[in-house]
């Protein structure tokens, strides 16, 4: 017999409710039941045992429309751009780092910084988080431990006159990449993304690089969004996955921007910085 | 005559108990769908709604009131239930000897800032406060903390490099000489799955001894905030929560799957990023932002 909307409703609310129990966002646990729906309408399925196959047809479908929402983004081999970069320009490889408050992006500059530099590129830091507390100290102590300069103004200075001096400093002395570290912001304040949008149009960056936490629920989809409508994401890093977090926040994202995760940060030392596989994720969230 | 009356009014009654159901259904159905978007723990939304789905279909409305109203009215007394009551905390210390706040919570949380928020707040009632940092590990913690305690102009310990047992008991001795009645000691990050983090936590407190261990939960924070914050509970047992970045978006059911996992109550709200941005937690205000 075929499977019909009345013998998908409770499979399919289950479907739901595991996904958001991976923090996968309200809306985005919704279209993935609905991609599986369409997927499974119509199958043919044996009168007996019928639970046990629909729950197995339920599962392979959202195996694959996880799958399939993950190879919407185009993926993003780091090193091979900052190579095509260094080797085709006199500028430098220019990546700005943006998202809210404590997602981990100052952390996760320093452990590209040892990334870049254990494989031969040269790097300079900017901090143009100007406002918070610590920020230059922070930033200026991962700095001293990766065995990179940073460029750093005083606190209240233009977050955009210290990227661009970076970037001057960094065009002058041939440096090959120059990370900018912007202080973490709320997507909801019109202020401050509008203070993003100068700091990223002053920049002009090779890469945005959108810095979300694996820990957030429904916020990561709001966030993503919201970011990339105002200065627009090429990529991004999902942090602090070693809290346990599914990684739903992850698919959100994905569904909302269709942007490549370039690194998964498991920790707070300049090691935990992972390549993203799609694998990886699909695997977590179907537990 | 009677007889068909009779019927009627049968017909009539089960009529209504049909349209009775399915209002309470598709509102119990909408708050599923709110709180989950609210980020409260699934497990915790369906027993809430079992239990409202029920209480909702079986009491009677008060005269004059629909099926509907009863239904809303009774969620909001669960949900504000579940929060500890409508009442704004009290955090009236006393002013004649010394209480010690030790903020706890997973990187990134907002602790030091909340520290700094909490002396500011503090400082606004009267009391002498002394904010200690406690937080060793993290690059530019201790610069952190010593300008923001300069913003807000409270005593200030910190021993740059230093364990945090050793700081904290030492702060503690400086501050009980300069007559401080509030202390607040900000701690490193940490998640349920650092076990030597968590460790330190515990002997932290067993060292210190504070009055009150108070974790910070990001209102951002999705389906891990009952675990965490169990695990947190279960390593050095929470007095209360500050819930931090309600400014945005986020509508911090984290927070409540965690009150209901630690029977810990809310305290604090953050509501931005500077030090005055603090309030003291208002239950109904909280509530109707978790509706949405
Ligand atoms: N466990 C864990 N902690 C992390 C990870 N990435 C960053 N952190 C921690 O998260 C906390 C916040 O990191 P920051 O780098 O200061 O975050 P930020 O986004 O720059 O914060 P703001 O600039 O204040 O918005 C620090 O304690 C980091 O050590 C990670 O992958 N795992
Ligand atoms: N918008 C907003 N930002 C906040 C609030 N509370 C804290 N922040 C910001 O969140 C970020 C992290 O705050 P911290 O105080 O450094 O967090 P933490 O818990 O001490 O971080 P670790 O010590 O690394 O674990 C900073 O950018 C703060 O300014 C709040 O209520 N609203
Ligand atoms: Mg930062
Ligand atoms: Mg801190």
């Known amino acids: 017999k075929e499977l019909s909307d009345k013998e998908l409703e409770e499979p399919l609310w289950n479907l739901q409710l595991s996904l958001i129990e991976s923090d996968v966002a309200v809306p985005v646990a919704e279209a993935l039941s609905d991609a599986v729906k369409q997927k499974l309408l119509g199958l043919k399925v044996k009168r007996f045992g019928a639970k046990e196959e629909v729950a197995e047809a339920v599962r392979k479908a959202v195996r694959e429309a996880l799958l399939e929402l993950l190879e ?186 269709g942007k490549p995760i370039i690194f998964l940060g498991c920790g707070q030392r300049y090691e935990d910085l992972i390549p993203f596989t799609r694998e990886w994720l699909v695997d977590r969230i179907m537990g | 005559a009677l007889g068909s009356a009779l019927s009627q009014a049968v017909k009539k009654v089960m009529k209504a108990a049909i349209v009775d159901e399915a209002v309470v259904k598709e509102l119990v159905r909408d708050l599923q769908r709110a709180l989950l978007q609210a980020d409260v723990n699934v497990r915790l939304v369906l027993d809430l709604s079992r239990r409202i789905e029920k209480r909702a279909l079986e009491e009677e409305p008060p005269p004059g009131a629909t099926r509907r109203e009863l239904t809303l009215k009774i969620i909001y007394d669960e949900l504000t239930s579940l929060l500890g009551g409508e009442k704004t905390p009290k955090v009236d210390y006393p002013r004649n000897k010394m209480t010690k706040i030790m903020l706890v919570g997973i990187q990134g949380s907002g602790k030091t800032t909340s520290a700094a928020k909490l002396a500011w707040f503090f400082k606004k009632r009267g009391y002498r406060v002394g904010l200690i940092c406690a937080d060793n590990y993290r690059p530019g913690a201790y610069d952190q903390l010593k300008q923001l305690a300069e913003m807000v102009g409270v005593n200030f310990f910190g021993i740059p490099g230093e364990v945090p047992v050793k700081v904290a008991s030492k702060g503690v001795e400086e501050f009980k000489r300069r007559g401080v009645n509030l202390v607040i000691i900000d701690t490193a990050g940490r998640h349920k799955s650092e076990a030597s983090l968590i460790e330190e936590m515990k002997t932290l407190a067993k060292t210190i001894n504070p009055d009150e261990i108070m974790m910070v939960i990001d209102a951002t924070l999705g389906q891990q905030a009952a675990a965490q914050a169990s695990a947190f509970h279960e390593a050095t047992p929470l007095g209360s929560i500050f819930l931090s970045k309600l400014d945005g978006s986020a509508r911090g059911g984290g927070a409540l799957s965690a009150v209901a996992a630690t029977g810990a109550l809310i305290k604090f709200v953050g509501t931005g990023e500077k030090v005055d941005e603090v309030e003291l937690f208002s239950p109904p205000r909280f509530v109707s932002r978790l509706l949405g």
């Open chain 1, 72 to 257: 919407k983004a185009s993926p993003i081999n780091l090193l091979e751009k900052v190579k095509a970069k260094r080797s085709s320009s006199k500028d430098p490889f220019v990546i700005v780092f943006v998202g809210v408050n404590g997602t981990g992006k100052t952390t996760t500059i320093a452990k590209i910084a040892k990334y870049l530099s254990d494989n031969g590129f040269t790097v300079l830091l900017a901090c143009s988080d100007t406002f918070r507390a610590g920020a230059l100290e922070q930033l200026e102590m991962h700095a001293k431990r990766v065995g990179v300069k940073v460029i750093k103004h005083r606190y209240g200075a233009d977050p955009a006159a210290v990227a661009y001096d970076a970037i001057a400093s960094a065009r002058a002395r041939g440096i090959d990449v120059v990370l900018v570290d912007t202080a973490g912001r709320m997507q909801t304040d019109r202020g401050l993304m509008d203070e993003l949008r100068k700091i990223v149009r002053v920049s002009q960056p090779d890469l945005v690089v959108f810095v979300g936490d694996a820990l957030a629920g429904n916020d990561a989809l709001e966030q993503a969004k919201k970011f990339e409508e105002a200065v627009g994401i090429d990529a991004v890093v999902l942090t602090k996955v070693d809290a346990d977090a599914r990684g739903g926040a992850a698919v959100s994202i994905a569904h909302a921007i």
